[in-house]
């Protein structure tokens, strides 16, 4: 009994997915609760399942073919099975037999580690910058054979750093200018398709990071940007190639225009 004279009378237990309740009722009268009283009715949540695998069931995957997964719930016993993916192969000191290009896949072989088995892996169309560390991935078909990509980091001494300066002066008073291109038999080009580009954060820039595209005509775009997991490099997927630059957020020159960013 509480101290307005409400009095259990019982409850319904909660189970995996449906909610439970307790009915109180008046000591004085009698009355059971009804629906909206403040202290006549208690709600309980429901408990959610618990699964667990079942290990005399489930198949578990290997480096060519997915499992399949079973769990079942130790409070209410359901049941849930799902497919999980093929492993792939971990190849143990693997040889580049072909190296791929930005229009080609390569080949590496190799002895996997898990199965034991001497096999190739097919590399995605790749190409790497050595003097920025810049990576581009591409599918096959977004650039013709022969195709070859350039990235040129553009100063600050530069016209051009300081035309983009102006523009990204109410987004990021921190940033790297780099310009991206791609050539085919001494003429320009553009992919036919994404390109996803990985860039290296610069030291000090810390995570808050995103890469900005930025237009010939002066338009700017924040890219979807994606940091990896030890905060090293940011990626994004572009569809144009032109001047990027990789912005150190959370600061801004709006308040002094006439401050440089170290180099």
Known sequence: INGNGIHYVYKVEPTCTT???EVYCCTKCGKLAEIGDDEGIVVLDPLGHNFV??????????????GTQKR???????????????????????????????????????KCKRCGETTSEVIPCSAKDEN??????????VFAEGTQVTVEEI??????????KNILVETSDTFTLYNISAVLNGTEVQPNGEVTVTFNIPEGYGTDVAVYYIADDGNFEKLESTIS??????????TRFSNYAVCKLGTSNSANTDVSPEP
């Open 19 to 21: 909610y439970g309740y």
């Open 155 to 164: 100063k600050q001494d530069s016209s051009v750093y300081e035309s983009v």
């Open 53 to 66: 695998k079942d290990a005399a069931t489930s198949v578990d995957p290997t480096c060519t073919e997915g």
């Open 132 to 141: 920025t560390g810049i990576v581009f991935e591409a599918n096959e078909g």
């Open 72 to 110: 079942i719930c130790s409070k209410c016993g359901a049941e849930e099975t799902r497919n999980t993916d093929a492993l792939g192969h971990d190849f143990e000191n693997p040889t580049i037999v072909k190296e791929a290009t930005i229009s080609t896949t390569g080949l590496k072989e190799g």
């Open 229 to 238: 997991e030890d905060g090293k490099t940011v990626s994004a997927k572009l």
